[in-house]
């Protein structure tokens, strides 16, 4: 059977942590669609464009990997694009109770809708998008967060941009 699943997110940038947990959906399912959120309640610092480029330039090689944006209900994106499933990844407990919440949500929506959660990496555990900005903001080194072939885009764009 042909299985679709949508990691649905900001990306505001990508991060070493995303692309651990597309890179295991892309091994166990057939066709996995990266969904970058367009409008978003935390006001992305990169444009969409800007966030699908670094993804595409990061995932490169993974040939079962697609690249969209959305908007709107991700439990209606799902639908229309025929997906089984949702894959998150889960750092911490304190991940758990939104989560936890947007797979109901979702569920609710669209009943054929499964909220597949995969456990970060220990590595990964500490590690977001935000944290990345922070840190690239304040000149900080950002190399073991980021994808090397992306690292200096993101670094110069959040450079001084405090
Ligand atoms: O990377 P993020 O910001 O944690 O991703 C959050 C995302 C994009 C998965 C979530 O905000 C989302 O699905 N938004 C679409 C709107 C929606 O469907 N809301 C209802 C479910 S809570």
């Given at each position: ?10 990306f505001?940038p990508v991060t070493l942590g995303h692309i651990d947990i597309i890179g ?30 670094l993804?595409?330039?990061a995932l ?29 990844g889960?750092r ?28 970060s990496r220990?590595e990964y555990m500490f590690l977001s998008s935000?944290i990345v ?9 950002i190399t073991n967060f980021v994808p090397e072939c992306i690292h200096?885009?993101i ?8």
């Amino acid at each position: 059977m042909n299985r679709t699943v949508i990691c649905p997110g900001s990306f505001d940038p990508v991060t070493l942590g995303h692309i651990d947990i597309i890179g295991r959906a892309a091994a166990m399912f057939d066709r996995v669609i990266v969904a970058v959120l367009i409008n978003s309640a935390k006001k992305p610092v990169f444009t969409v464009d800007e966030r699908i480029r670094l993804l595409e330039k990061a995932l490169v090689g993974l040939d079962n990997v697609e690249i969209r944006s959305f908007d709107g209900l991700l439990a209606e994106y799902a639908r229309k694009t025929g997906a089984d499933a949702v894959v998150r990844g889960l750092r911490a407990v304190s991940d758990f109770e939104y989560e936890f919440q947007m797979s109901l949500t979702n569920k609710k929506l669209n009943p054929e809708l499964e909220t597949i959660f995969l456990t970060s990496r220990a590595e990964y555990m500490f590690l977001s998008s935000s944290i990345v900005k922070q840190i690239a903001v304040l000149n900080g080194d950002i190399t073991n967060f980021v994808p090397e072939c992306i690292h200096d885009e993101i670094k110069n764009r959040l450079a001084g941009n405090i």
